[in-house]
Nanobody, 125 residues
């Protein structure tokens, strides 16, 4: 069974930066597009960013465009999310996910096959 494990969450002040990493195992990593989502209690899961299997294509939610950068290292089976100029509204549990069903990448969470357990990001004002 594929496993995804996020790390790098924590507490940061507004305007600060944080980098999340997701390590994948038990899957052929380069066969999967990867996505980042976030969720706060009582709210629906929200798309954040996605990257194609090759890393050549990326996609971002409007709310994070210009502040977050998604990247991947297929040699290390990892995908990262560099977050800068963080805002209190970025506070959430962040999840990485793997999607084998598309050639590109998608913001549709239903398309993703595997999910990590999540990592908490808290941005204080």
């Amino acid at each position: 069974q594929a496993q995804l494990h996020e790390s790098g969450g924590g507490l940061v002040q507004a305007g600060g930066s944080l980098s999340l990493s997701c390590a994948a195992s038990q899957l052929t990593f380069e066969h999967y597009a990867m996505g980042w989502f976030r969720q706060t209690p009582g709210k629906a899961r929200e798309f954040v960013a996605a990257i194609t299997w090759s890393g050549e294509g990326t996609m971002y939610a409007d709310s994070v465009k210009g502040r977050f950068t998604v990247s991947r290292d297929n040699a290390k089976n990892t995908v990262s999310l560099q977050m800068s100029n963080l805002k209190p509204e970025d506070t959430a549990v962040y999840y990485c996910a793997a999607d084998s069903s598309v050639w590109g990448c998608t913001r549709n969470w239903k398309s993703y096959d595997f999910w990590g357990q999540g990592t908490q990001v808290t941005v204080s004002s």
